[in-house]
């Protein structure tokens, strides 16, 4: 008769089983959120120049250590925030109507960019993107895959619809629907439109894209 302590002494022995990271290793979300939030109140407050790993930590209640331990330099932890703008990203419209799917993006991104937090960012790191390569390539990118990610969607639905040519430039098309909202905020700087004016611009691009 075979045992369960000689059939069990056939079989390889079980790897130990690691131990879940504790203490300092884990980095915690809610520490890692608070951070993340803390680099938009320093940027809105003092800019990206006279930012520092200092400020923020002070600014989100931890450690500069706590800093160090997700992003090596002020550099690296900027790219990340900007770089998650796009992950956000806007809600893709879908009622059926080229006019009605653009003037629901325009209400979603004046909002946006009339923020007051964004008012003061986007301008101070457009100004440092001029000086800085890797932060131009992600702040372009960040704009570029969310209002641009949304506008491409709505493009094609129009396309599908029969409402625009099929063969639409791609890139002119993005040009004529985000264009005018990003020149008002961040060229003009005009927070406030004047009444209808979002109803009004729905209209003309629509009637601009069916034209192309």
Not at 105 to 126: E, F, K, N, W
Not at 176 to 187: D, E, F, Q, T
């Amino acid at each position: 008769m075979t045992t369960n302590a000689d059939e069990s002494a056939d079989e390889p022995p079980a790897r130990p089983r690691r131990r879940a990271p504790a203490g300092a290793a884990v980095l915690r979300e809610d520490v890692t959120d608070a951070i993340r939030a803390a680099v938009f109140g320093e940027l809105a407050a003092v800019g990206y120049a006279r930012m520092s790993i200092e400020g923020i930590a002070r600014r989100a209640g931890v450690g500069k250590t706590a800093v160090y331990r997700r992003w090596r330099s002020k550099l690296h932890l900027v790219l990340d925030v900007v770089s998650a703008m796009a992950v956000s990203g806007f809600p893709v419209p879908d009622t059926g109507s080229l006019e009605d799917d653009l003037r629901l993006l325009y209400g979603v991104t004046s909002r946006a960019l009339r923020h007051p937090v964004a008012s003061q960012i986007i301008p101070d790191l457009q100004a440092e993107a001029a000086r800085n390569p890797d932060l131009a390539e992600a702040f372009q990118k960040a704009l570029r895959d969310g209002q641009d990610g949304v506008a491409s969607k709505i493009v094609a639905a129009a396309e599908e619809r029969g409402d625009i040519r099929p063969d639409i430039d791609p890139d002119l098309a993005l040009d004529l629907i985000s264009g005018p909202l990003y020149w008002r905020a961040v060229v003009t700087r005009s927070p406030n439109l004047p009444k209808g004016y979002l109803q009004n611009l729905a209209r003309a691009t629509a009637g601009a894209l069916r034209a192309l």
